[in-house]
């Protein structure tokens, strides 16, 4: 092996393991790229490769650290950490043109294993280029004697050919919905909402910009502080995290009385949970999952890949009029022996509400209420409310912590700072308390709309958490104490809410028009994108080939016209190919001497067809005695052209010029 | 039977006929299989591609597509680097046993595409790889040991290439009709024997190794011991140290005459009497148990005889 392929060999594996440094314990990536710099330090000085029994020490050593880091060598994370490693330990073994040939093998199962991370349009366009790299390289082990820009051009032809075969393939090979085997358990480990709440879970959450799915409204879309996205139900508290408890998925929950509408369809970025996330109250749904009790959407399994779905809801509803005695129960509990303050408040709100005579029905003080309280319980829940909005509470991603087990005590009467899980806790409690059924509800509130590719984005920073509490005659009703706290937050969004020095998420705040502007229309290309390219499954495939006029798509049919196309293509390759390998150039010098040969025609002097040019030059000559001179040049120098030992280009351009000139 | 079959069959597909002339590379003569690389990587497709169903990973089912695109299109690129290749035969100048052969072959590349990495292929494992670049002849010369006297073949000589990715072995069998004349190794060091006078004078004796007349050029065949090593050392180039002899003489180079007993052991010894006769500038003739060559001298007639030494006793034809 010559020192460039192995500088270049190098240079691929540093670049299809540079995107893995971010999730690579530090000090395999610091181990990896000290065996890389080692290897091009010893291809530079041309000192030997070191022993087996030291790179079996490495080996052994580097397998016994990923064992203790992962518990394991198998599944995604440690696998790939491992083939990474190994990757770079076989370049200490690196001889031969064979073991080159393994390292580009390697090099591109590695690119596969970055999809695992990031399937990104950036990442596609890093990773192409990685390839033409990987591809020169390949080009280069084979032939050693080629400079870099034919070697470039034989790889880059090679991979501009293979890009429509690929197409073809692509949209025509017949898909399998995977997983083949099961997926390790770690196999997608995404930020979002998770099924727990405590205090700060959200807050931390709401400083990612990530996507968490995007809606298109079918239908005239909802007002802003009616887009209550729901998500998991919590109904247990231990006095500091709220847990879902156990879900019923049996019982089928009642509406009543629904009004408003709204067909859209989600695409769901995969978060590998079992829930799925759709408007307050969903009753139609595209895709086979459960819709629990508490007014959950639940799949059977975590969700691993994108998913689109169709979804309907109606805005207006009663909900769960009838409720068992233990579900009540259940909405009831309180971890007993805390927050002593808060049980006191809740409790004199609840003896005043007693005290005073009925009110007449009014609107509804909080936003997330749909139907005018009344009663008891609904004077409760206003006392609750004007109680946040009058007391100097503050809305804040960055809530002082409260470490005492009386949390709810300590944030309602001390600190006062909090974000939504904050409120929604604590005002749960204090129905709870007020001995009026309440549980928390946490999903996504909003949305960024996207009048380029017309639809609605919900990052995770839109996460949000509220209340319902179950009213008698009402059933279950949503209250969002945020919004007596900070109404922005709900009307418009977070970034509106907080005081200018909180720290949010890049662009969430005042960016400019012209960069909002960018980003949008970067999400529709990415919207795109993610709907046809990453989402291209067996389904999509199915719905696209019926569309371009296919009936009744079958896998052999798709595997036969896939066969049929691709020979085409190739077919076409081949004979562009190969004409352009037979096509000879054509002689100037000859096409030039026949131009001669034409004027003369023209003159009445054609050439016969045994005549070389010397004989038909003295004929011509002897005919029109004008002529001779120029003639007699012409075909001596079209003879030495043409049989002459070497052909100069400037004399070649002078005959033209010549021959230009020539009227007889 | 079958081994008959596969005969037949390998004589229908491989054609074995000697060409004489220009050779075409047709599609007829190219053929093409996978190599090993070629089918692990085959093997590492189908598990990418499995990956990828497992973890519905859309850009991997991308890449695992492309990579077996290019692979397919490299089976076109190998094809192509051999495709319409024009090959003559060229010379092969003679050589002395245990030298090496060098047999010409002209590569003629009409088309606008360079070709990389062609590679010649001798049944004994010799290889010489070489570019063609585009519009363009160039001369190849396959280097062949040359291990017996008489007329050496190099048979059946494989053009393959496995550019560009290494993926596919194209090849073309190349059986010309070329032949190199390989003259008998000469004897180390001969004696050359007296001269006849043609009037039947007495004879004299050769003149003995210490009648130093000077030095010139060294001519292939000559003895190392004749080398002046001292000449080399001052950098002169090699030069053979040359004996006096008397010019005008008429030498019989008699076989019988040779003092080895074998026939080789003769042929070497009057090679190398051959040699030093025509370096010394001699008037020589050969004397063969098949036949006689009147004396002569001048490069032609050293050829001639080296020829029929290396001849002597073996078909010419062959």
């Keep these: ?664 | 039977m079958l081994a008959a079959l596969r005969l037949r069959f390998n004589t229908w597909l491989f054609r074995p006929k000697i060409d004489s002339g220009t050779v075409v590379l047709t599609q007829r003569r190219i053929f093409i299989l996978p190599t090993r690389q070629g089918l692990a990587l085959a093997f590492l497709l189908v598990l990418m591609l499995l990956g990828d169903i497992n973890y519905n990973l859309s850009l991997g089912y991308v890449l695992t597509f492309l990579l077996a695109m290019m692979a397919v299109m490299s089976m076109l690129h190998a094809f192509r680097n051999l495709a319409h290749l024009e090959i003559r035969a060229g010379r092969a100048d003679a050589v002395f046993c245990g030298e090496t052969a060098r047999f010409m072959l002209h590569f003629r590349n009409p088309g606008a595409m360079p070709r990389y990495q062609l590679v010649l292929r001798h049944e004994n494992g010799g290889t010489v790889a070489f570019d063609a670049p585009a519009r363009q002849d160039n001369e190849v010369a396959f280097p062949l040991l040359a291990t017996q006297r008489g007329w050496l073949a190099p048979g059946r000589l494989t053009l393959y290439t496995e550019f560009p990715l290494g993926l596919f072995h194209a090849w073309s069998y190349l059986h010309f009709d070329m032949r190199c004349l390989v003259y008998p190794r000469p004897a180390d060091e001969a004696t050359l024997p007296s001269g006849d006078a043609p009037d039947g004078a007495g004879k004299r004796s050769v003149v003995g190794d210490d009648d130093f007349a000077g030095l010139r050029g060294y001519v292939a065949g000559d003895a190392l011991p004749r080398i002046a090593w001292k000449a080399y050392a001052r950098e002169r180039g090699l030069q053979v140290k040359q004996f006096a002899m008397q010019v005008g003489e008429e030498l019989w180079l008699d076989f019988a005459a040779a003092p080895e007993p074998d026939i080789e052991g003769k042929l070497a010894h009057m090679t190398r009497w051959v040699l030093d006769a025509e370096a010394q500038g001699l008037r020589y003739g050969l004397k063969l148990p098949n036949g006689e060559l009147p004396p002569g001298d001048g490069q032609p007639h050293r050829d001639e005889c080296l020829r029929r030494l290396a001849l002597f006793g073996l078909d010419e034809t062959r």
């Design chain 1, 1 to 664: 092996m010559t020192k460039p392929p192995i500088y270049a060999l190098l240079l691929s594996i540093l670049m299809v393991a540079a995107p893995h440094a971010e999730h690579l314990p530090p000090w395999v990536s610091a181990l990896c790229a000290a065996l890389l710099l080692w290897r091009a330090y010893l291809t530079h000085s041309g000192n030997p490769l070191p022993r087996r029994w030291l790179l079996t020490v490495i080996t052994i050593a580097g397998a016994g650290g990923i064992l203790i880091e992962f518990h394991t060598l198998f599944g995604r994370e440690a696998g790939v950490t491992l083939l990474i490693l190994l990757t770079a330990l076989k370049f200490m073994e690196l001889r031969n043109v064979r073991d080159a040939m393994v390292l580009i093998y390697l090099a591109c199962f590695i690119v596969i294993t970055n999809f695992f991370y990031s399937q990104s349009i950036p990442t596609a366009l890093y990773m192409l280029a990685t390839l033409l790299l990987i591809v020169t390289t390949w080009v280069h082990l084979h032939g050693q004697s080629i400079a870099f820009k034919p070697r470039l051009l034989v790889a880059g032809t090679l991979l501009l050919q293979a890009i429509p075969l690929t197409l073809v393939l692509f949209v025509l090979f017949p898909r399998v919905q995977g997983p083949l085997w099961g997926l390790p358990q770690d196999a997608f480990a995404t930020s979002g909402l998770d099924d727990k709440m405590s205090p700060g879970s959200l807050s931390r959450l709401s400083l990612s910009d990530e996507v968490a799915f995007r809606v298109v409204y079918n239908s005239q879309p909802p007002r802003r502080d009616q887009m209550y996205w729901r998500g998991p139900v919590l109904w247990n508290f231990d006095g500091r995290t709220w847990t879902p408890g156990r879900t019923m998925r049996t019982v089928a929950p009642q509406f009543a009385d629904t009004a408003q509408p709204i067909d859209y369809s989600v695409t769901l970025e995969p978060h590998n949970k079992t829930w799925l996330f759709a408007l307050d109250m969903p009753d139609r749904l595209s895709v086979a999952a459960d819709l629990t009790y508490d007014f959950q959407i639940l799949r059977k399994e975590p969700l691993k890949a994108r998913l689109r779905y169709e979804a309907r809801s109606h805005l207006v509803y009663h909900a769960n009029l009838l409720e068992s005695e233990r579900q009540i129960q259940r909405a009831l509990q309180l971890p007993p022996g805390l927050n002593p303050r808060a049980q006191e408040l809740a409790q004199r709100w609840r003896a005043a509400a007693e005290a005073a005579p009925s009110p007449q029905p009014s609107p509804a003080s909080g936003r997330g209420g749909n139907r005018p309280l009344m009663g008891t319980d609904e004077t409760v829940v206003r006392a609750a409310l004007a109680h946040f909005n009058r007391e100097n509470f503050h809305y804040t991603l960055e809530p002082p912590p409260l470490p005492g087990s009386n949390s709810i005590d300590e944030f309602l009467f001390e600190t006062r700072r909090g974000f939504c899980e904050h409120y929604a806790g604590s005002f749960v409690v204090l129905m709870r308390a007020a001995h009026i059924p309440a549980r928390v509800v946490t999903g996504y509130q909003g949305g960024e709309y996207n009048d380029i590719g017309g639809y609605y984005i919900v990052r995770q920073s839109d996460a949000h958490a509220w209340a319902e509490v179950w009213l008698s005659g009402q059933g279950w009703v949503r209250i969002d104490p945020t919004a007596a706290i900070a109404p922005a937050r709900v009307e418009r969004n977070l970034a509106a809410a907080l005081p200018d020095t909180a720290a949010l998420p890049f662009m969430a705040r005042s960016a400019p028009q012209w960069l909002r502007d960018l980003r949008l229309n970067w999400d529709a290309v990415s919207n795109r994108w993610n709907q046809w390219v990453l989402g291209y499954n067996s389904e999509l495939q199915f719905a696209f080939l019926s569309r371009l006029g296919m009936e009744d798509v079958t896998w052999q049919k798709l595997a036969l016209n896939m066969t049929f196309v691709l020979g085409l293509v190739i077919a076409a390759f081949a004979l562009f190919m190969l004409r352009h390998l037979i096509k000879r150039q054509p002689d100037k010098v000859q096409t030039t001497w026949l131009k001669v040969c034409r004027k003369l025609a023209k003159a009445g002097l054609p050439r016969a067809a045994h005549e070389g040019a010397l004989d038909y030059a003295e004929r011509v000559a002897a005919a029109r005695p004008g002529l001779a001179g120029d003639i007699r040049d012409l075909a001596s120098r079209y003879n030495s052209l043409r049989y002459g030992v070497e052909r100069d280009e400037l004399s070649l351009r002078a005959f033209c010029k010549a021959v230009r000139a020539f009227h007889p």
